[in-house]
């Protein structure tokens, strides 16, 4: 379709592939995380209950299957976060789009150890960082983990 041209084009272009990249990658595996948990909300009573009471199907999916969905969404975003790390490195390299994660790749050939040092304090922070808004989405989302912890 030659709607974009991934080399030798604005930078605008080569962002929005280099994204496109990193989302499509995730969304094959979260669709599946979100299946799978629907379809384990399909098969308990309450959802059973809910039909019975005349819910539609959609709509007891909606208001019963959800949150127990979400829950399980934000556990597998976690690990997905920590790939957009190493995944940006690597579409930085294939696009060449200038940006932290290729300065590091640099700075691996120029054996730059500061430089190195400073990217995994800031992967680092970053994967803390997910890991707190994580926690505390699930806390929001499921009030009985703050007792259990």
Do not use: N
């Amino acid at each position: 379709l030659r709607l974009f041209q991934p080399y030798g084009s604005d930078g605008a272009t080569r962002l929005l592939l280099s994204v496109a990249l990193i989302a499509l990658y995730s969304c094959g595996s979260l669709s599946r995380v979100v299946r799978i948990e629907f379809l384990r909300v399909v098969q308990q009573p309450y959802f059973r209950t809910a039909l019975a009471k005349g819910l539609r199907r959609r709509t007891a999916l909606w208001r019963h299957g959800r949150r127990h969905v979400a829950i399980t969404l934000v556990a597998a975003v976690v690990p997905e976060a920590a790939w957009v790390v190493g995944g940006t490195a690597v579409t930085e390299v294939v696009f060449a789009v200038p940006g932290f994660s290729q300065f590091a790749v640099d700075s691996v050939a120029a054996r730059d150890y500061p430089v190195l040092q400073a990217y995994v304090v800031v992967v680092a922070a970053w994967m803390v960082a997910v890991h707190s808004a994580a926690g505390l989405l699930s806390l929001c989302l499921d009030p009985r983990l703050a007792r259990s912890a």
